[in-house]
Structure formats: C-alpha cells, structure tokens
C-alpha cells in the first residue's frame, strides 16, 4: 500500500522501453484500467480464435467462459498512444514484443464482435451480411498469423522444432512433434477427449495450421445450409463441460476425424520460424483493425482528426 501504482507503471516504462515517452506512460495507465485491472488476474479467459467454431461460442477451454472482463477499447487506446512515439520506442525489444501482444489482444477482442454478427447474419438468413461478416473474421486470423510470426514467443513453429530436437531418431522425433501438437490441441486423449483445448495458444502456425481451418469448415458447413434453405441448430447438443461435446452431432464428428489427422500428422513446423518485421506489421493491422473497430463497437472509438482530416494519435488516452 505503500506504493503509488501510477507514478511506479510511468517509471517502469520508461525503465521498460529506454527512452522517455508520456504517451508510453499514459498507454500503460490504460492497460492497468483494462487487462491488468484488479480481478483480471492478468490472463485471458478465453479465446474466440482458438475456440472450437459455434454459433454461440461458450468458451474455449473447459474452464472460463468467453468474456472480457473490461472495455476493450481500452486496448486500442493503449496501442494507439504506444505507436505515437514508435521511432523513438522501435529499437527496444521490449516495446516490439509489447506492440505485437496488445495488437494481438486488440484482435482476437474484436473477434468476439464479429462472429457475433455473422452468427447472427446466419440466424436471420442474411447471406449478404454473413459473406461479410465471416469472411472479415477468418482474414481476421489469418492476418493475426502473420502478426505473431514476427516474434518467435508466439511461435507453434518454434515449439514443433524444440519438441522434434529431442528425439534421436526420425521416430522420436515424430513421436515428440505428436506429443507437442496434442498438448495444445486435444489435450493428449484419442478418440473423444474431454478437455479438448484446455491449453489453447494464440500462435502462429497453431491458427494458421488448426484454428482457421476449423473456422472455415464451420462457416462453409453453414453457408451450404444458407444455401439449400436448411436451418442448422446448436439447441440440445450434449455438451461437456459447458460447451458442445467432442462429437456432438455430424459436424463435429467430422471436425473430430480432421482434428485427429492433424495432431497425427509429422512435418508441420515451418521454416523460417519468425518473418516480417514487427513495425511494419503492427503499424498496417492496427490502421486495418482500428477502422473496423469503429463500425463494431457502439459508440465507436475516440480518435482525433488533424485538420487535413488524416487520423492522429492526438489524446486517445484521455477519458
């Protein structure tokens, strides 16, 4: 108690990033408003994007359910006063892997948003707003693959690699890549697991290998429904642990095969591990996301203008 929590998160930017930056300082304040506030424990509950694909999505793990227990747009804020000072900030490691995690969250928040609407879209039949909706939510993963391929931290690529080093011989090896795959995706059992995603990771090459490829084949199995005029419902699905079971009705069970094949399957990790540049990438999502953001947040988000009309950075912090 003897702290002051505001003056010691301005300190410790500065500590953090090297350089002086009240925009970094005010960034962090909101951070501590937002994902670090006191009940957050710091962690995500869960994930839209790992989750396994539904109309109402519960969560994605057995344990928490989906839900953001705080205003998002605070994590836009946040990243829009750290790229203010970004030629000051860019030659800290830190800041870039700070950059890349709150883009990161920025993204998979709005994801909620959405799949919520192309749920939505699909339930009133709206084909038009569900090629839309759908189709922004899996580009939407397929560009946060290409974000966290730029830090090796986010990497199923590097975990694949690390894994197979253990073996001696090709069938270790492969024994290790199986072991490693099954821990983040079906959780170690075969056949019909029970905790399936329990250690669910926003990865590149996890989403890009596993997750979008679920997402896909459930919008496509959905669109086919929009198609043939058939209705398609999750009402009295056995679940298990609050969510639809490993095989709770034909999809998933065909879902559950392919799910299996992937965790079986050798050779996955790509190479080279990391590519892009963090700059370069966060600067061109965080334009692309923050856009989107304003159509799907209420209310939108505070952004000033200059008088040239170009967006700023200008007092994005202030409440």
Same mark, same amino acid.
């Given at each position: 108690?003897?702290?002051?929590?505001?003056?010691?998160?301005?300190?410790?930017?500065?500590?953090?990033?090297?350089?002086?930056?009240?925009?970094?300082?005010?960034?962090?304040?909101?951070?501590?408003?937002?994902?670090?506030?006191?009940?957050?424990?710091?962690?995500?509950?869960?994930?839209?994007?790992?989750?396994?694909?539904?109309?109402?999505?519960?969560?994605?793990?057995?344990?928490?359910?989906?839900?953001?227990?705080?205003?998002?747009?605070?994590?836009?804020?946040?990243?829009?006063?750290?790229?203010?000072?970004?030629?000051?900030?860019?030659?800290?490691?830190?800041?870039?892997?700070?950059?890349?995690?709150?883009?990161?969250?920025?993204?998979?928040?709005?994801?909620?948003?959405? /799949?919520?609407?192309?749920?939505?879209? &699909?339930?009133?039949?709206?084909?038009?707003?569900?090629?839309? /909706?759908?189709?922004?939510?899996?580009?939407?993963?397929?560009?946060?693959?290409?974000?966290?391929?730029?830090?090796?931290?986010?990497?199923?690529?590097?975990?694949?690699?690390?894994?197979?080093?253990?073996? +001696?011989?090709?069938?270790?090896?492969?024994?290790?890549?199986?072991?490693?795959? @099954?821990?983040?995706?079906?959780?170690?059992?075969?056949?019909?697991?029970? $905790?399936?995603?329990?250690?669910?990771?926003?990865?590149?090459?996890?989403?890009?290998?596993?997750?979008?490829?679920?997402?896909?084949?459930?919008? #496509?199995?959905?669109?086919? /429904?929009?198609?043939?005029?058939? @209705?398609?419902?999750?009402?009295?699905?056995?679940?298990?642990?609050?969510?639809?079971?490993?095989?709770?009705?034909? &999809?998933?069970?065909?879902?559950?095969?392919?799910?299996?094949?992937?965790?079986?399957?050798?050779?996955? #990790?790509?190479?080279? $591990?990391?590519?892009? +540049?963090?700059? $370069?990438?966060?600067?061109?999502? &965080?334009?692309?996301?923050?856009?989107? @953001?304003?159509?799907?947040?209420?209310?939108?988000?505070?952004?000033?203008?200059?008088?040239?009309?170009?967006?700023?950075?200008?007092?994005?912090?202030?409440?």
């Amino acid at each position: 108690d003897s702290i002051n929590l505001q003056a010691w998160l301005k300190q410790y930017a500065t500590r953090r990033y090297g350089a002086f930056s009240p925009a970094a300082q005010e960034a962090w304040l909101l951070l501590l408003n937002g994902p670090y506030r006191r009940g957050t424990n710091g962690t995500e509950k869960s994930s839209i994007v790992a989750a396994r694909p539904a109309l109402d999505v519960k969560k994605s793990g057995p344990n928490a359910a989906l839900e953001i227990p705080y205003d998002p747009t605070l994590v836009i804020r946040a990243q829009s006063l750290l790229l203010k000072d970004i030629d000051k900030l860019s030659v800290s490691r830190p800041y870039r892997f700070d950059i890349v995690d709150v883009q990161r969250q920025l993204m998979t928040n709005l994801g909620q948003l959405i /799949h919520r609407q192309a749920a939505e879209a &699909f339930r009133k039949k709206d084909q038009r707003a569900f090629t839309l /909706h759908s189709g922004r939510f899996l580009e939407m993963l397929a560009d946060m693959d290409k974000l966290l391929r730029t830090r090796s931290e986010y990497s199923f690529d590097r975990w694949l690699t690390e894994a197979r080093s253990w073996g +001696d011989t090709d069938e270790e090896k492969n024994l290790m890549e199986r072991d490693a795959t @099954s821990l983040v995706t079906i959780w170690g059992a075969d056949g019909d697991p029970r $905790i399936f995603d329990y250690s669910w990771r926003e990865w590149s090459g996890l989403i890009s290998g596993y997750y979008l490829p679920r997402w896909q084949k459930f919008y #496509a199995m959905l669109q086919q /429904h929009l198609d043939a005029g058939t @209705s398609y419902e999750e009402a009295g699905l056995p679940l298990i642990y609050g969510r639809e079971a490993f095989r709770a009705n034909d &999809f998933y069970n065909g879902l559950a095969e392919w799910e299996l094949a992937y965790v079986d399957t050798y050779g996955k #990790a790509r190479t080279p $591990i990391t590519e892009g +540049d963090e700059i $370069i990438m966060v600067k061109q999502l &965080f334009d692309k996301y923050l856009k989107l @953001s304003q159509e799907y947040y209420a209310g939108g988000v505070k952004v000033a203008e200059k008088s040239s009309g170009e967006k700023t950075y200008e007092n994005l912090g202030e409440d």
